[in-house]
């Protein structure tokens, strides 16, 4: 399983104050005493994430509840199969259900499309990387989500990769000087550079960057990038970007680029259904 992102805790902190706020009122209905159990239940096929958030949740709400899973992340489910069973005290598992559920299903959907990108370019030898575009507060999770659905990250924040785009071009005056700028400013970490036409190409290899993004570019295009890439410099690596979608994403991978960042597996999420099934008593 990937290494877990270290706000974890902090992460499902803040969904329980967002939700619970002063108190459930709702769930404060159901007798103190009174148990539950049943089952979380998937309505379509997927890919599994997210049980660490839902142990955390039901953890900090009552150690009580007790979660048996039939699946682990990274692993795919298929429709109408049981991620787990639940038991316990039955306000606690009333109150921590929506948040659970809500941690499910995101990084679920993130996993699963994630998988889809990279079941879509096996065998060619090239990468699925994710973005920076996350949810605000969950860009660990996801980043985790993508991870276990066979993904890369790309750079986590601002602060672990230099990536020179367009504005940072123009602001130093060339993508030669940005590069040189950022060796002596950023010492030890990668330099990525985007590029947007095959004679900017051509000066960034002049210039020795770590990574080379292809923006935009055509298929011919990228073909000729790599070409040329290949015959100046084996360091270097070449990542594709923009306008990549399933039904692309192979022959942008065929042209022989190293990566292909997407940022759809982060930004345009649609939620796995899930559903909690409950019953009385036991647990």
């Known amino acids: 399983m990937p290494e877990l992102p270290t706000d974890l805790a902090a992460q499902v902190d803040a969904a329980l104050r967002e939700d619970i706020g002063s108190g459930d009122v709702t769930a404060a209905l159901v007798p103190a005493a009174q148990r539950v159990r049943g089952a979380v239940i998937a309505r379509e096929e997927a890919v599994l994430c997210g049980r660490p958030w839902a142990e955390e949740t039901f953890r900090r709400l009552d150690p009580q509840v007790r979660l048996a899973w039939r699946a ?9 199969e049981a991620l787990c069973e639940i038991a316990g005290p039955a306000r606690a598992v009333l109150t921590g259900e929506r ?13 699963t499309v994630t998988r889809r990108f ?3 370019v096996a065998g060619t030898g090239c990468r699925i990387l994710d973005t920076r ?6 860009r660990g999770a996801q980043k985790y989500a993508v991870r276990c659905g066979g993904g890369d990250n790309h750079r986590f924040g601002l602060y672990d990769q230099v990536l020179i785009k367009e504005n940072h071009i123009a602001a130093a005056g060339s993508i030669t000087g940005a590069i040189e700028a950022a060796r002596r400013t950023a010492p030890g970490l990668k330099v990525e550079v985007e590029v947007e036409s ?15 993004m292809l923006d935009d570019f055509s298929l011919a295009d990228m073909r000729t990038a790599v070409s040329l890439a290949r015959a100046r410099s084996r360091a270097v690596e070449l990542e594709a970007s923009g306008s990549v979608s399933l039904e692309t994403v192979r022959e942008i991978a065929a042209t022989g680029v190293d990566y292909v960042s997407v940022g759809s597996l982060t930004k ?6 899930l559903s909690m099934r409950l019953d009385s008593g036991g647990g």
């Open 118 to 120: 990279v079941d879509a």
């Open 133 to 138: 575009k996350t949810l605000p507060g969950l």
């Open 72 to 80: 682990s992340d990274g692993e795919r489910i298929a429709a109408g």
């Open 99 to 111: 948040t659970a559920l809500n941690f499910l299903q995101l990084l679920s959907a993130t996993a």
């Open 198 to 212: 095959l004679a900017e190409l051509e000066e960034a290899l002049g210039a020795a960057p770590d990574i080379i």
């Open 268 to 273: 345009h999420v649609r939620a796995v259904d």
